[in-house]
């Protein structure tokens, strides 16, 4: 089958962070002429610093300054040489004194934490070894884990801080790898919350095999004797512990560093280690600053700075419970996460908050789940008493008015972040639809919607008629199998007169979390499925359903009421999901230019390429003569007749409205051919009754294809026609005449032919094999969907087999 276009999960973020950066809130350029950690000077207006990473504001400390400064003068700003040559002196001076801070401990540092990352990985991770990825663990360290794949060692995820789940699976793979290593933060960025030490330790004693290699980057300075970081205070190094950490953040520096208890793993960085030696090393200006700060760590001044900071986090602490806010950060770190849900509400809270003139991060999908969204910020020596009242007085004010003026509910938010909201009487941020102007009508059957008012809104968008959704309900109900039973969810909302504004429907259904990733990422996956037929799947609430494409929302945009139609759609899609306990809610099928894109991104949906769509607006035509003039391209035109019209003569096509058991059995086997050979839209198969069900409904009919020679059926189209429209759905193949026959060209032929013999205004050719498609006059129309997920860890660990050793 010819290959399709595939979403891309960085096509996920650029779409989110793009309409961030559109609507001022990421992205920033600053305009400030110095700098001295209090400030940002943005669109002319001077913002208090709570984004940065200083913890200790070591950045603007008088010493590192003068040292930065002195051995500039002294070598130059750069030595433009691999280490592998020389090393300078002043970097040796810099790794005694950091490896002073860790108790001796060898140390290499790097000009960046990613690459020490980069370097170590490379270097200490085996063929033979297991790496296990704590799903939240920085991007910098899985980067180059993924690559580690190349080289045929096994990457696994586990969900974030899921001990029960990260033991299962030591356990499940002790005997097959000769060390497993667990990778995670020692501070997560976005949260600030911390790994549970205890527990690691014990697993440590308990699996002599494992591992831990930790980036406590954010960790660093503000914790620890000598400032070494919270993973070396209650873990410290061995032969089985690799930390990275860093000379930035709160070391006040630039620069990654490796400290090593394993003196193997140590050598075999420092010869070679990748990046270490291909790269340059650190400028004398940066490390003239870190001399200056590992003296600082090595000094009792650190402890001082340690305390100041700790006494303004207790502040912090006791300003935001104080203002029962949703916090749900780790009170034990600098960092603070306050949940505001859905992207726009999150949009709306930290651009208030700029206004307000202080300075904040957003943390929205990917990085977080795309309901959960929120502003996080840090804090540092820089700030203030004062200021801290400030921030929270301003959180306190703005998050419930963001919340309310975005259309959502302050209680929903607060369950959904497990925060308790004292009810108040009349409190006016708590808001339930109540349109006295529209009447919404919920269904769970079709044969309770009145087919005259569905036909009217739907009979010609595919296959989702009234008959069309009766056959579809029958066919996905009373299976055997979990994933062939569907629930079917109607929503009609009219107005006072009756008058219908809006009316879509839904199916729940288990999904293959993989549906639209490249071909080989769902074959790797599948393999998996023999043994764990669920595997990466989630109950998902989608617009329209599995059995169908195309528009699925009939919406009267000139009504005065649409919006508080959608308005209602929402509040429908929140409670269904609920009831059915769905995972993911997906609409789909949209195309560029719907008035719902905007809507759907603002309400927290992740916009996601679907495969293209193909619709022929059907010229007439008598023959096949008829048929190759209307074709321009004479390459095309020669394609058709040398691999369709040729061969006309071997095949007999019989259109059938009523098949046999038998009949319907070869079909189903057929189609089956072409979904086991298809990952490019990866889904459940069809329950096997659907044949017999399809030819109970007279706007369903057979294309039944068959060959001369030997009476054998080769191909079958399932085929709806519409009073305007005809849509072969389904094609079934028997894949040993594909080459020797061109039975799929033939199949794509008689495809146009019916629908031209039906004299129908437009055939609806659907998805993938556009190529194909195309020589027929098709149109190829883009299509996206829009994704809401609970939380990513499916969607990350798809990502992760993206570049395996054995991909094809």
Same mark, same amino acid.
């Given at each position: 089958?010819?290959?399709?276009?595939?979403?891309?999960?960085?096509?996920?973020?650029?779409?989110?962070?793009?309409?961030?950066?559109?609507?001022?809130?990421?992205?920033?350029?600053?305009?400030?002429?110095?700098?001295?950690?209090?400030?940002?000077?943005?669109?002319?207006?001077?913002?208090?610093?709570?984004?940065?990473?200083?913890?200790?504001?070591?950045?603007?400390?008088?010493?590192?300054?003068?040292?930065?400064?002195?051995?500039?003068?002294?070598?130059?700003?750069?030595?433009?040489?691999?280490?592998?040559?020389?090393?300078?002196?002043?970097?040796?001076?810099?790794?005694?004194?950091?490896?002073?801070?860790?108790?001796?401990?060898?140390?290499?540092?790097?000009?960046?934490?990613?690459?020490?990352?980069?370097?170590?990985?490379?270097?200490?991770?085996?063929?033979?070894?297991?790496?296990?990825?704590?799903?939240?663990?920085?991007?910098?360290?899985?980067?180059?884990?993924?690559?580690?794949?190349?080289?045929?060692?096994?990457?696994?995820?586990?969900?974030?801080?899921?001990?029960?789940?990260?033991?299962?699976?030591?356990?499940?793979?002790?005997?097959?790898?000769?060390?497993?290593?667990?990778?995670?933060?020692?501070?997560?960025?976005?949260?600030?919350?911390?790994?549970?030490?205890?527990?690691?330790?014990?697993?440590?004693?308990?699996?002599?095999?494992?591992?831990?290699?930790?980036?406590?980057?954010?960790?660093?300075?503000?914790?620890?004797?000598?400032?070494?970081?919270?993973?070396?205070?209650?873990?410290?190094?061995?032969?089985?512990?690799?930390?990275?950490?860093?000379?930035?953040?709160?070391?006040?520096?630039?620069?990654?560093?490796?400290?090593?208890?394993?003196?193997?793993?140590?050598?075999?960085?420092?010869?070679?280690?990748?990046?270490?030696?291909?790269?340059?090393?650190?400028?004398?200006?940066?490390?003239?600053?870190?001399?200056?700060?590992?003296?600082?760590?090595?000094?009792?001044?650190?402890?001082?700075?340690?305390?100041?900071?700790?006494?303004?986090?207790?502040?912090?602490?006791?300003?935001?419970?104080?203002?029962?806010?949703?916090?749900?950060?780790?009170?034990?770190?600098?960092?603070?996460?306050?949940?505001?849900?859905?992207?726009?509400?999150?949009?709306?809270?930290?651009?208030?908050?700029?206004?307000?003139?202080?300075?904040?991060?957003?943390?929205?999908?990917?990085?977080?789940?795309?309901?959960?969204?929120?502003?996080?910020?840090?804090?540092?020596?820089?700030?203030?008493?004062?200021?801290?009242?400030?921030?929270?007085?301003?959180?306190?004010?703005?998050?419930?008015?963001?919340?309310?003026?975005?259309?959502?509910?302050?209680?929903?938010?607060? +369950? @959904?972040?497990?925060?308790?909201? !004292? *009810?108040? $009487?009349? &409190?006016? #941020?708590?808001?339930? %639809?109540?349109?006295?102007?529209?009447?919404?009508?919920?269904?769970?059957?079709?044969?309770?919607?009145?087919?005259?008012?569905?036909?009217?809104?739907?009979?010609?968008?595919?296959?989702?008629?009234?008959?069309?959704?009766?056959?579809? +309900? @029958?066919?996905?109900?009373?299976? !055997? *199998?979990? $994933?062939? &039973?569907? #629930?079917?969810?109607? %929503?009609?909302?009219?107005?006072?007169?009756?008058?219908?504004?809006?009316?879509?429907?839904?199916?729940?259904?288990?999904?293959?979390?993989?549906?639209?990733?490249?071909?080989?990422?769902?074959?790797?996956?599948?393999?998996?499925?023999?043994?764990?037929?669920?595997?990466?799947?989630? *109950?998902?609430?989608?617009?329209? #359903?599995?059995?169908?494409?195309?528009?699925?929302?009939?919406?009267?945009?000139?009504?005065?009421?649409?919006?508080?139609?959608?308005?209602?759609?929402?509040?429908?899609?929140?409670?269904?999901?609920?009831?059915?306990?769905?995972?993911?809610?997906?609409?789909?099928?949209?195309?560029?230019?719907?008035?719902?894109?905007?809507?759907?991104?603002?309400?927290?949906?992740?916009?996601?390429?679907?495969?293209?769509?193909?619709?022929?607006?059907?010229?007439?035509?008598?023959?096949?003569?008829?048929?190759?003039?209307?074709?321009?391209?004479?390459?095309?035109?020669?394609?058709?007749?040398?691999?369709?019209?040729?061969?006309?003569?071997?095949?007999?096509?019989?259109?059938?409205?009523?098949?046999?058991?038998?009949?319907?059995?070869?079909?189903?086997?057929?189609?089956?051919?072409?979904?086991?050979?298809?990952?490019?839209?990866?889904?459940?198969?069809?329950?096997?009754?659907?044949?017999?069900?399809?030819?109970?409904?007279?706007?369903?009919?057979?294309?039944?294809?068959?060959?001369?020679?030997?009476?054998?059926?080769?191909?079958?189209?399932?085929?709806?026609?519409?009073?305007?429209?005809?849509?072969?759905?389904?094609?079934?193949?028997?894949?040993?005449?594909?080459?020797?026959?061109?039975?799929?060209?033939?199949?794509?032929?008689?495809?146009?032919?019916?629908?031209?013999?039906?004299?129908?205004?437009?055939?609806?050719?659907?998805?993938?094999?556009?190529?194909?498609?195309?020589?027929?006059?098709?149109?190829?129309?883009?299509?996206?969907?829009?994704?809401?997920?609970?939380?990513?860890?499916?969607?990350?660990?798809?990502?992760?087999?993206?570049?395996?050793?054995?991909?094809?």
């Amino acid at each position: 089958m010819a290959k399709i276009n595939h979403n891309n999960y960085l096509d996920i973020v650029d779409s989110v962070w793009s309409s961030a950066k559109e609507k001022g809130i990421m992205h920033l350029n600053s305009e400030e002429q110095n700098f001295n950690g209090k400030n940002f000077t943005i669109n002319n207006k001077d913002l208090k610093n709570f984004g940065t990473c200083g913890y200790l504001g070591l950045e603007t400390h008088p010493d590192l300054i003068a040292q930065s400064v002195e051995l500039t003068r002294k070598f130059g700003t750069q030595l433009s040489m691999s280490r592998a040559y020389i090393r300078p002196t002043y970097i040796q001076e810099l790794e005694e004194l950091i490896s002073q801070i860790f108790d001796g401990n060898k140390v290499i540092c790097y000009t960046s934490t990613s690459n020490a990352h980069i370097s170590v990985i490379a270097t200490i991770i085996k063929p033979d070894d297991l790496i296990i990825l704590d799903q939240q663990v920085h991007f910098s360290v899985q980067f180059p884990s993924k690559n580690t794949k190349l080289q045929g060692t096994e990457v696994k995820m586990v969900r974030h801080s899921n001990y029960q789940m990260l033991e299962e699976m030591i356990r499940e793979n002790y005997n097959k790898y000769n060390r497993i290593w667990y990778m995670a933060d020692g501070v997560y960025s976005m949260h600030g919350d911390l790994p549970d030490t205890t527990i690691l330790k014990k697993l440590l004693d308990k699996y002599p095999k494992l591992h831990l290699y930790f980036d406590d980057a954010h960790g660093m300075s503000w914790d620890g004797k000598n400032g070494a970081g919270y993973i070396y205070n209650r873990l410290g190094v061995s032969k089985r512990i690799v930390l990275i950490s860093t000379l930035a953040k709160g070391f006040g520096c630039v620069g990654g560093t490796a400290v090593f208890g394993d003196a193997e793993m140590y050598r075999r960085t420092d010869i070679f280690g990748g990046p270490l030696s291909y790269s340059h090393p650190l400028s004398p200006a940066n490390v003239g600053a870190a001399i200056a700060s590992a003296k600082i760590h090595l000094s009792a001044d650190i402890y001082s700075y340690q305390s100041e900071l700790k006494e303004l986090m207790d502040y912090m602490n006791l300003r935001l419970e104080e203002k029962n806010l949703t916090n749900i950060s780790s009170p034990d770190s600098p960092i603070y996460f306050i949940g505001s849900g859905l992207n726009k509400v999150t949009r709306n809270f930290v651009h208030r908050v700029l206004q307000e003139g202080i300075y904040v991060n957003t943390a929205t999908f990917p990085v977080v789940p795309n309901d959960k969204s929120g502003l996080r910020f840090t804090l540092t020596r820089h700030n203030t008493k004062v200021d801290i009242d400030l921030l929270t007085d301003v959180l306190a004010y703005h998050l419930p008015k963001a919340i309310e003026e975005e259309g959502d509910n302050v209680q929903r938010v607060y +369950e @959904e972040f497990g925060i308790h909201l !004292e *009810k108040k $009487e009349n &409190n006016s #941020s708590i808001k339930h %639809i109540n349109n006295p102007n529209l009447v919404v009508e919920e269904y769970n059957s079709i044969q309770d919607i009145s087919s005259i008012d569905w036909d009217r809104m739907f009979q010609d968008r595919g296959n989702i008629s009234h008959s069309g959704m009766q056959a579809m +309900e @029958e066919i996905f109900s009373n299976n !055997e *199998k979990p $994933e062939e &039973n569907w #629930s079917f969810h109607y %929503i009609i909302v009219k107005d006072k007169a009756g008058k219908i504004v809006l009316a879509t429907f839904f199916t729940g259904a288990i999904y293959k979390d993989d549906i639209v990733a490249q071909e080989n990422v769902s074959k790797q996956i599948e393999e998996v499925r023999k043994n764990d037929r669920y595997y990466l799947c989630s *109950k998902t609430l989608a617009m329209g #359903s599995l059995f169908c494409e195309g528009d699925f929302v009939y919406l009267d945009v000139e009504h005065a009421e649409w919006r508080n139609a959608v308005k209602h759609l929402f509040g429908f899609v929140s409670k269904v999901k609920k009831e059915i306990e769905a995972t993911a809610v997906i609409f789909r099928d949209f195309e560029e230019g719907n008035v719902l894109n905007q809507i759907l991104e603002e309400e927290g949906y992740a916009k996601i390429r679907m495969p293209n769509t193909n619709i022929i607006k059907n010229p007439k035509w008598n023959t096949t003569d008829d048929l190759l003039a209307l074709i321009k391209s004479k390459k095309k035109r020669d394609n058709i007749k040398q691999y369709a019209i040729r061969h006309l003569d071997k095949f007999d096509v019989k259109i059938k409205n009523y098949i046999t058991d038998e009949e319907a059995s070869r079909y189903f086997d057929l189609f089956s051919n072409v979904k086991k050979a298809n990952y490019s839209f990866n889904f459940f198969q069809y329950p096997e009754k659907m044949a017999r069900v399809l030819s109970k409904y007279k706007e369903w009919e057979f294309v039944e294809i068959s060959l001369k020679e030997n009476n054998q059926v080769v191909a079958v189209i399932f085929g709806y026609s519409g009073s305007n429209h005809y849509c072969p759905l389904i094609l079934g193949l028997d894949y040993n005449y594909i080459n020797t026959h061109h039975i799929y060209k033939q199949a794509m032929f008689q495809m146009v032919k019916r629908g031209n013999e039906l004299n129908k205004k437009i055939t609806y050719l659907g998805l993938t094999a556009d190529f194909e498609k195309q020589k027929y006059l098709a149109l190829t129309i883009p299509q996206w969907a829009y994704l809401k997920v609970d939380e990513t860890y499916n969607l990350e660990l798809i990502e992760s087999y993206s570049n395996n050793r054995n991909q094809q």
